[in-house]
């Protein structure tokens, strides 16, 4: 057993968590999470009070800096391990989520001229208030025959960073003109680390259109706005470094932060759902990753590329070196049963889940499961939070079908989660039908502990279930970047085989049921194609009337 260990700190939507790990066989022996003070800022900004836009969700930086803070020793208290034995750290963060800053890093919302302007403070990955923009972006690139767009599904999403850069050249020309550098929160967060200014090619693959070693040509920036044309080269920079590569070492000033020594090795950054792969030893072609959370993310290595229709990317080595990793992806899982507790129980229902001794959601899970597959008649769409794949559309909302005066909230609730299981089959049928091969499917995150939710998930998608056997999945995967970046491991698949962690099979389809979700699914897709294809207006017209009634214009009728 080595006496060397590594950190892994995953920033996620609502908070950071630290995880100590020994590099030589993957054993976690300390966490620890620390909760943002700022939380998310979706109704108003924290320093004015202003009331924010729908769509819109912000951050604060100093925020990433507290979990460094407080996470990172904790979790190496609670390992009881020596800080001077720790080698090297990584870090992973939700993506696209992105800031700007001044040239030595600074984060523009810092600055005192800048504090109450909404477009100097991060944009988080659920700051869907782009949509227009992104539009634009894929517009332009499809009448100027830009080669890459088929690498993105033939969409650009209001998620990633053109698009979230051109709102804020659209609305706030002072900020864009002010800022140095629109940085991703990981990498920004290892330049605190290690002082330095160095990006990885993970996000600026998936998220800033980095293809074949480089951004796309000025003279498209350009088509988008004439005040575009020099965004890549003057606001990315060009410091990229491939995964699992050393980005520093840890200053002395970050070193103190978190009671570690000073000169340690620093991972290059990561996305949460692309360094979960290797966590899930997920690092060869045809194994599936599917983060389930607030989100879904979906993750694939494939061996050459193909044009897989609304996935999010597909970037060489943006998984592991010299293959392609793919991405997909649905806005809005565990939000849309946390809004529909929160927005839609009747209080008879929480008071009885107090009297059992119960959450609500176990209350309704429970509820739910004594039904069988189609009983409750509901089918529904899983776009609360927009559509990320495979329509790439955050304009289109949630749609809930058969509803009658007997239908109970139980029936709903298991409706709702019926359909995030039939998104995640519409993404697999996609990369099946590309060519991508999908042989097994890995899933991680904070929605596995519910046993019912994920036997609904088997079923549906009508093949085993693997578990990634770790609650800090995001984490043990930077940790494993930064064992390759110590130098303990030569790369990221020996690191994987050797501190990844799977059950396999740990669910399994049952036949009948599995039988009858197909015939749901199949009114599924019927439902998905007609408002998220053939009437696509429909729910944009109906988001206009809500916009401008909220501006307080006067709407014809």
């Known amino acids: 057993m080595t006496h060397n260990y590594v950190i892994g700190v995953d920033f996620g939507t609502l908070s950071g968590r630290a995880v100590v790990v020994d590099p030589g066989n993957g054993e976690e022996l300390g966490t620890a999470e620390y909760k943002y003070p700022h939380g998310v800022m979706d109704h108003e900004l924290a320093a004015s009070g202003e009331r924010l836009p729908p769509d819109w969700a912000l951050q604060h930086p100093q925020d990433y800096v507290e979990v460094l803070r407080h996470a990172v ?16 750290i990584g870090v992973d963060f939700t993506s696209c989520t992105i800031m700007p800053t001044d040239r030595d890093g600074t984060p523009l919302c810092e600055l005192e001229e800048f504090r109450e302007r909404a477009h100097a403070y991060p944009k988080l990955w659920k700051h869907h208030a782009a949509q227009g923009q992104a539009d634009r972006v894929t517009e332009v690139a499809a009448e100027r025959g830009e080669s890459w767009l088929s690498r993105y599904g033939g ?5 990633w960073a053109v698009a979230k850069a051109l709102q804020v050249l659209d609305e706030d020309e002072e900020v864009y003109d002010r800022m140095d550098r629109w940085i991703e929160a990981g990498d920004w967060v290892v330049w605190q680390l290690c002082g330095q200014e160095v990006r990885s090619a993970c996000p600026a693959g998936y998220k800033a ?3 074949d070693g480089h951004y796309p040509a000025k003279e498209y920036f350009e088509a988008l706005d004439p005040r575009f044309g020099d965004f890549a080269e003057q606001k990315l920079g060009s410091s990229l470094r491939e995964l699992g590569q050393r980005a520093g070492a840890l200053t002395e000033a970050a070193a103190e932060w978190m009671g570690l020594p000073p000169g340690i090795a620093v991972a290059v950054a990561n996305v949460d759902a692309h ?15 599917v983060v389930m959370g607030t989100s879904n993310c979906h993750i694939v290595v494939g061996e050459k590329l193909a044009e897989v229709p609304g996935m999010c990317g597909a970037v060489n080595g943006g998984i592991v070196p010299d293959r392609w990793g793919y991405e997909a992806g649905q806005t809005g899982v565990g939000d849309i049963f946390a809004w529909f507790v929160d927005r839609a129980v009747p209080p008879s229902y929480h008071e009885e889940a ?5 959450g609500i959601h176990q209350y309704l899970t ?6 069988q597959v189609g009983e409750h008649g509901l089918v529904a769409l899983d776009w609360w939070n927009g559509n990320r794949s495979i329509l790439v559309d955050h304009h289109l909302r949630g749609v809930l079908v058969g509803m009658s005066l007997a239908t109970r909230p139980e029936d709903i609730y298991r409706a709702l989660i019926e359909s995030t299981a039939f998104g995640t089959r519409k993404i697999i049928e996609a990369f099946d039908e590309a060519g991508v091969a999908v042989n097994d499917v890995v899933t991680t995150g904070g929605l596995l502990d519910n046993p019912v939710l994920m036997q609904i998930y088997c079923d549906v998608v009508g093949r085993p279930l693997s578990l990634l056997d770790s609650a800090q999945g995001p984490a043990l995967g930077s940790a494993i970047h930064a064992a390759v970046a110590a130098g303990v491991h030569p790369d990221i698949e020996t690191a994987a085989a050797r501190m990844g962690k799977v059950r396999h099979e740990v669910y399994s389809p049952d036949p009948e049921r599995a039988e009858a979700y197909t015939r749901v699914y199949r009114v599924y897709e019927r439902l998905h194609d007609w408002f998220g294809r053939d009437s696509r207006d429909l729910m944009r017209e109906l988001q206009g009337i809500a916009d401008d009634t909220r501006k307080g214009e006067r709407v014809e009728r």
């Open 275 to 289: 360094v979960t792969a290797p966590a899930a030893q997920a690092t060869e072609p045809g194994r599936m990753v």
């Open 354 to 358: 107090r009297r059992r001794d119960l």
């Open 209 to 211: 259109i980095y293809q």
């Open 366 to 371: 429970e509820l739910a499961d004594q039904q």
């Open 73 to 88: 020793p904790e979790a190496v208290k609670g390992a009881g391990v020596d800080p001077e034995k720790v080698i090297g």
């Open 155 to 159: 969409k650009l999403s209001s998620e």
